[in-house]
Nanobody, 124 residues
Framework: QVQLVESGGGLVQAGGSLRLSCAAS????????VGWFRQAPGKEREFVAV????????YYADSVKGRFTISRDNAKNTVYLQMNSLKPEDTAVYYC?????????????????WGQGTQVTVSS
């Protein structure tokens, strides 16, 4: 069992940066790939980025590639999403999710555990 708690969201101007954190509890976290997803009002939840359990592999949605960086510190049971050059269209609730023994999955159905989400609002 893995419990996930996101933090670091907030209000930022376009062009600014935020770093989201996903803190996990549970002894199986280091065996999980961890992904970030987001959901804007009136839209479906969409994939943002994923990192392998070892941290050696990552994959990004085209919409964030080159602007967002995902990383993890297994010693701290935490995954980060560094978001730079933010745009108003990045406004959404951001969720982290854990895929037990997963490998860079992008589909929501592949993930076993989810956090409660953190709001990111980018003003123009």
């Amino acid at each position: 069992q893995v419990q996930l708690v996101e933090s670091g969201g907030g209000l930022v101007q376009a062009g600014g940066s935020l770093r989201l954190s996903c803190a996990a509890s549970g002894h199986t976290f280091s065996s999980c790939a961890v992904g970030w997803f987001r959901q804007a009002p009136g839209k479906e939840r969409e994939f943002v980025a994923v990192i392998a359990w070892s941290g050696s592999g990552t994959y990004y949605a085209d919409s964030v590639k080159g602007r967002f960086t995902i990383s993890r510190d297994n010693a701290k049971n935490t995954v980060y999403l560094q978001m730079n050059s933010l745009k108003p269209e990045d406004t959404a609730v951001y969720y982290c999710a854990a895929d037990y023994y997963g490998v860079l999955a992008t589909a929501i159905a592949d993930y076993d555990y989810w956090g409660q989400g953190t709001q990111v609002t980018v003003s123009s």
